[in-house]
């Protein structure tokens, strides 16, 4: 069985691959959701937790916030660097691990991840880093896939074909509200949750197909692990989930992706 660290590593790798920007524009409408649900106050110091290309920490630094994203992919910190410099916003972005938070604790008043901390493999440590950094009365707040939506049926399917690590727990149970309030435990004095989607569309369900398997990172890394007829079938799959899951009647592909918004405040002592 691979150590977590072992499997970080990979993971690394993973998100290092493909073109993750591409993935990044159709997921950026959640950043808004998640900042209109914690509602920062101008002012405050706002931390995006894997923030990728920045999605989060931009919206935060355009309310006004002192805004800092770390990430572990120092390939996609350089785009949210250059996204912040063409919009002129003043906005930290370093090479962090969620799993151990280059900060001191208490340290930010909004300790914020749409999308992103929920795939650290170890979710006790994230949760108890996350909570570590976040200022005591302060706000922890996330958007998470669900394991019963879209996505995870996605992950359930790239794991049918290339079977994840032995022991790794899957990523979308951080979208289950009994999860996360597992994980947060006592450290939180309130919890708020909310269930939500956003539509997706595609030229096609291929073409949902196509475009993952070339720029997400965990459905390329999955293909390339296979070979010939193996290869077909998981792209083969992915179509007919795809189609499935397909919402639209004229054409086309529109796939609802469900999510759960949830929202901590951290206890004063």
Excluded at 95 to 119: K, Q, T
Excluded at 120 to 142: C, H, I, K, Y
Excluded at 200 to 223: C, I, Q, V, W
């Amino acid at each position: 069985m691979p150590t977590l660290n072992e499997i970080k590593a990979k993971q690394q790798v993973t998100w290092s691959s493909g073109d993750y920007g591409k993935i990044a524009w159709i997921t950026q409408p959640l950043s808004e959701v998640l900042l209109d649900a914690v509602d920062p106050a101008p002012g405050s110091e706002v931390l995006d937790a894997a923030t990728g290309t920045g999605h989060v920490a931009l919206a935060a630094a355009r309310r006004f916030c002192r805004s800092t994203g770390i990430d572990y992919v120092p390939a996609l910190l350089e785009v949210a660097r250059a996204r912040a410099a063409a919009e002129g916003l003043d906005v930290t972005f370093i090479e962090g691990d969620v799993e151990e938070i280059p900060f001191s604790a208490g340290r930010f008043d909004y300790v914020l991840s749409s999308i992103g901390a929920m795939f650290a493999p170890d979710q006790a440590r994230t949760a108890s880093e996350l909570l570590r950094v976040t200022a005591p009365g302060g706000t922890l707040g996330m958007i998470n896939w669900r394991p019963e939506g879209f996505i995870g049926e996605l992950f359930r399917t790239i794991g049918a074909h290339v079977p994840p690590p032995e022991g790794l727990k899957p990523a979308a149970l951080w979208g289950k509200e009994d999860r996360v309030r597992e994980l947060l435990g006592e450290a939180v004095s309130s919890l708020i949750v909310k269930e939500g989607s956003i539509r997706m569309r595609f030229f096609s369900p291929e073409h949902f197909a196509d475009f993952f398997l070339t720029n997400y990172g965990p459905t390329l890394k999955a293909s390339e692990a296979l070979e010939g007829e193996r290869r077909s079938a998981f792209r083969r799959a992915v179509v007919e989930l795809a189609a499935r899951h397909n919402q639209g009647d004229t054409g086309g592909a529109s796939l609802d992706w469900t999510y759960l918004v949830a929202v901590a405040e951290k206890a004063q002592r």
